[in-house]
């Protein structure tokens, strides 16, 4: 079950709201929150809810550990017991078919028999609940919070429906206290409405629509891609990852609000960066926070000297690359984005710095764009032969025609995904209301009241519209449900 599927939005969501608005006392709503999470989770993952259950149980004893132990040796040790848990778990079911299959290369160069490579089944969101777990042991130990009393509010955190299988990742310091006490209101579940529509009108209208030419650009033969197509291609991918991602945290977003939760922005539109650094300030912001609170400033941080800090920047990147998935070709990805964060530290950051703000974001644009190439390529050779047709290196016999993947449909995706990857409608908003503070009083209340309402009928059009698109049958994937 994703929330772009007809049974989420006029079935399972309803039910869900009007059930958990009825219930008396924060427990019992709770207790129900945990129930429809972890029957969403079943839904498309039955086969793993007992043992993530357990996993969940395990972590709720050692964070009673972690927390009785008032001796610090204690308490790394039990830390330490919780984190090889927690990524022993990840390890098995993401990473153990890639070192196998790692492995097996140098034993073929030495004449060696080749191991099997395990094909384990990957449980849906197992990296975003692994460092939800891992979170809820380091808050624990750093004393940002305690542990806690029940069982079902550490399974709560865990399994919320609305982050479990594509985040944004929580904290348990941020999430704890709104398990024991938030508050509810009218324009906290509109504005959580608005968030929710906003989102699923990212991923049905632009990113749906760019997500077709760009699985198929992406799967053609070295011999039938063109340069134009290439860079269409590549475009698409660029639209379609950001408007698929940022919709569904979106989409989470407002959901949490509908619920009483606030949860941490994950984009803040990452296509106006205007450095790498600064990309990765606006981008997946609770993934690279993670990285930053619990890996990076741990190994020193900015504290160490210029040649330490490089290697760190690399390291935590290598790791960003790997969480992403079993594959080699994301590892590149995260070192590819290392390397340029080290190199915004020499020299060439100062030289940056200087340049023209448009030129800075050219410069911003075209690395992410060339890193979603390594990130979207299956293999290394698939990523070179699309490097070589991007610049007109390729050999290319008998070229698609750019035609046939640049239709009216997707051009108008592309254009709105560009527009819209501009906070225009923050700005048009800011503009409207700093107009309506100049109009005399009497006219005040009516400019606002319509500028509400021209807000809600514009979001009772995005709905319908995505809602119509979602009943045709439109293709419909969702990228970060791999990881």
Known sequence: MVFSSPLFLFLFLPVVL????????????????LLVSLIFYAWGEIGFILLLLVSTLVNFELGKWVERSEAIAERKKAVAVAVAVNVGFLAFFKYAGLVVAS???????????????????????????????LSYIIDIYRRKWRAARDPRDVALYIFFFPQLVAGPILRWNAIAPQLEQRHYNRANFAEGVRRFVGGFAKKMIIANAVAVPADQIFSLPASELSTPVAWLGVACYTIQIYFDFSGYSDMAVGLGKMFGFQF????????????????????????????????????????????????????????????????????????????????????????????????????????????????????????ANFFAALF????????????????????????????????????????????????????????????????????????????????????????YFRF
Not at 18 to 33: D, H, I, M, Q
Not at 105 to 115: I, Q, R, T
Not at 403 to 422: D, K, M, P, Q
Request: hydrophobic share 55%.
């Open 103 to 133: 492995l097996n290369l140098p034993l073929k160069w030495f004449g060696l028999a080749a191991l099997p490579v395990p094909h384990i089944a990957l449980p849906i969101g197992i990296s975003f609940f692994t460092f939800h777990a």
């Open 18 to 33: 009007t059930v958990y608005f009825l219930l008396p006392g924060l427990r019992a709503r709770n207790s129900w929150l």
């Open 392 to 479: 007109g290196a390729g050999h290319v016999i008998q070229a698609q025609p750019l035609h046939r993947y640049a239709g009216n449909e997707v051009i108008w995706a592309l254009c709105l995904g560009t527009a819209f990857s501009l906070p225009l409608w923050a700005a048009a908003k800011s503009a409207g209301e700093k107009i309506g503070e100049r109009l005399p009083v009497a006219g005040r209340d009516f400019y606002f009241g319509l500028g509400q309402a021209v807000e809600i009928v514009l979001v009772v059009a995005l709905l319908l519209i995505s809602s119509a698109w979602l009943a045709g049958g439109t293709y419909n994937p969702f990228i």
């Open 264 to 383: 941490l922005e994950n984009f803040n539109f990452p296509y106006t960066a205007q450095s790498i650094k600064d990309f990765w300030r606006r981008w997946h912001i609770s993934l690279s926070s993670w990285f930053r609170d619990y890996v990076y400033i741990p190994l020193g941080g900015n504290r160490v000297s210029a040649a330490r800090n490089h290697v760190n920047l690399v390291a935590v990147f290598f790791l960003c690359g790997l969480w992403h998935g079993a594959n080699w070709t994301f590892v590149a990805w995260g070192l590819f984005h290392g390397i340029f964060l080290v190199l915004e530290k020499t020299p060439w950051g100062f030289v940056l710095e200087k340049l023209p703000r448009p030129l800075r974001h050219l410069y911003a644009v075209f690395v992410v764009m060339m890193g979603w190439v390594l990130f979207r390529a299956d293999t290394f050779s698939g990523a």
